[in-house]
C-alpha cells in the first residue's frame, strides 16, 4: 500500500466519521424536541434516556444511512481534494482514475464489513432495547384488544378466537379448521384454550372434532386435551419493528414460520434480511459515484459539488423507498426491490465513469 493509498483512506474514514458526527447529532436533536412532552409526560429516568435510547438511537441511525452517510462523505473529501488541485496532482503523475479509486474502495470496504456485522448482530439487539423504552414512555402501552380473529397457522390450517386474554394467555370460542383445496376435511371447536408455559403447549376445553372423508364424517368430544399447533403468545404481541429487532439468524428463523405457515406479510421480513447483505454494496457503489461527480475541480468551488451530492443521495433514498413499498404491496419480489436501486444507480456510475476526461 502507498502513501497516497493510506492518505486517502485515512483521510476517507475521518470524513466519514466527521460526518456521521454531524448529521446523527442533528437527528437527535430533531428527536428529542419531538419526544421532550412525552418523556415529561411519561416521567421517563433522565438515567435510561442517557444510556437505553439515544446511544441505541445513535447506533441506529449511524448504520440505517451509512450508504448516504459514505456517499456525502465521498464528495466532501473528494471535492476538497479537487478544490486544493489533488486530484489534478495525482492523475498527473500517472496514476489512473481508476488505480485513484482503489484506496476509496478499500475504506468502503472495511466500513460495509462492519456495517454488516452490526446489522446482522448488534444493531437488532440495541433496536429492541430502543423500542422496549419508546414501548414504555413514548407511545402508548401495547396491550392486544382484537376480536374475532383469524389466523393462518399453516398452508392448510386456520384457527380463529372469539378474543385472547393476554394476562391469562387464554383464547375464547377457538377454532381449528383444515382445508384441503376448497373443501373442509377437519374442525375442531373448542369453549377455551389455554397456554402452558412450562410445557410449552395448549390445552383445550370442552371440545368436539369433526372429520370429513368424502361422504364419511366422524365426531369426537372431549373435556380436556393438551396440543401442539403452530402457534404461541408471541403471535399476540406488539409487532410494531419486530423486523429490526431480530439478528439475522432470527430474522431467518422468523422467515421460515411464517412460510411454514403460508402467511402474509413476509415480504417486510424478506426486504429486511435482503438489505442487510445489499448495503455493502451500496456503499461501494455511492462511494465510486461520489468519486466520479466531485472529482473535477469546479470554478463555482465545492459547493456546488456538495449540493449535487445531496441531491443523487436524496434520488437514491427516494427510488429506494419506491421500491420497497412497491415490494411490500406484493407487487414486486422482494429481493429485486432491494437490488434494483443498486443496479440502477451502478448503471449510473458506469455512465457517468466513460464521460471523465481521459
Known amino acids: 500500500m502507498k502513501i497516497l493509498d493510506r492518505y486517502i ?98 475504506g468502503a470496504s472495511i466500513l460495509g464489513i462492519v456495517t454488516f456485522f452490526m446489522m446482522g ?6 433496536d429492541k432495547t430502543r423500542i422496549d423504552f419508546e414501548q414504555k414512555y413514548v407511545r402508548a402501552a401495547f396491550s392486544f384488544n382484537e376480536n374475532h380473529v383469524h389466523l393462518k397457522i399453516a398452508p392448510n390450517l386456520y384457527a380463529y378466537m372469539k378474543n385472547y386474554e393476554t394476562l391469562t394467555l387464554t383464547g375464547n370460542k377457538f377454532t381449528l379448521e383444515r382445508i384441503e383445496g376448497n373443501k373442509l376435511t377437519e374442525k375442531l371447536t373448542a369453549d377455551r384454550i389455554v397456554w402452558l408455559p412450562d410445557k410449552k403447549k395448549w390445552t383445550i376445553y370442552n371440545y368436539r372434532l369433526r372429520k370429513i372423508n368424502g361422504q364419511e364424517e366422524s365426531i369426537s368430544y372431549g373435556t380436556q386435551k393438551d396440543t401442539v399447533i403452530n402457534l404461541s403468545p408471541k403471535d399476540f404481541e406488539d409487532t410494531h419493528l419486530l423486523n429490526e429487532t431480530l439478528t439475522l439468524n432470527e430474522l431467518n428463523d422468523h422467515i421460515a414460520k411464517l412460510r411454514s405457515r403460508g402467511s402474509d406479510g413476509i415480504e417486510t421480513y424478506l426486504i429486511e434480511k435482503y438489505t442487510r447483505f445489499t448495503q455493502p454494496f451500496a456503499m461501494l457503489i455511492l462511494t465510486a459515484i461520489g468519486v466520479i461527480v466531485s472529482a473535477r475541480k469546479s470554478r463555482q468551488g465545492v459547493g456546488l459539488q456538495i449540493a449535487l451530492g445531496f441531491a443523487l443521495a436524496f434520488f437514491y433514498i427516494l427510488f429506494y423507498l419506491l421500491s420497497k413499498g412497491i415490494a411490500e404491496s406484493g407487487k414486486m419480489p422482494p429481493l429485486l426491490a432491494v437490488w434494483l436501486p443498486n443496479i440502477v444507480f451502478a448503471g449510473v456510475g458506469a455512465l457517468l465513469f466513460k464521460t471523465l476526461p481521459r
Not at 433522565?46 to 440505517?64: A, G
Not at 448482530?121 to 440495541?126: C, G, L, N, Y
Request: glycine share 2%; net charge positive; hydrophobic share 55%.
Open 121 to 126: 448482530w448488534v444493531i437488532p439487539k440495541a
Open 9 to 106: 483512506i485515512k483521510q476517507f474514514l475521518l470524513t466519514y466519521l466527521f460526518v456521521t458526527f454531524v448529521i446523527v447529532l442533528i437527528i437527535c436533536m430533531i428527536d428529542f424536541t419531538e419526544k421532550i412532552d412525552d418523556f415529561h409526560k411519561r416521567n421517563a429516568p433522565m438515567l435510561l434516556i442517557l444510556r437505553d435510547y439515544y446511544p441505541n438511537l445513535i447506533l441506529h441511525y449511524s448504520n440505517l444511512i451509512s450508504p448516504l452517510l459514505v456517499f456525502i462523505a465521498t464528495v466532501f473529501f473528494t471535492s476538497r481534494m479537487a478544490a486544493k488541485s489533488e486530484v489534478i496532482a495525482i492523475l498527473s503523475s500517472g496514476i489512473s482514475f481508476g488505480r485513484m479509486l482503489v484506496p476509496y474502495f478499500i
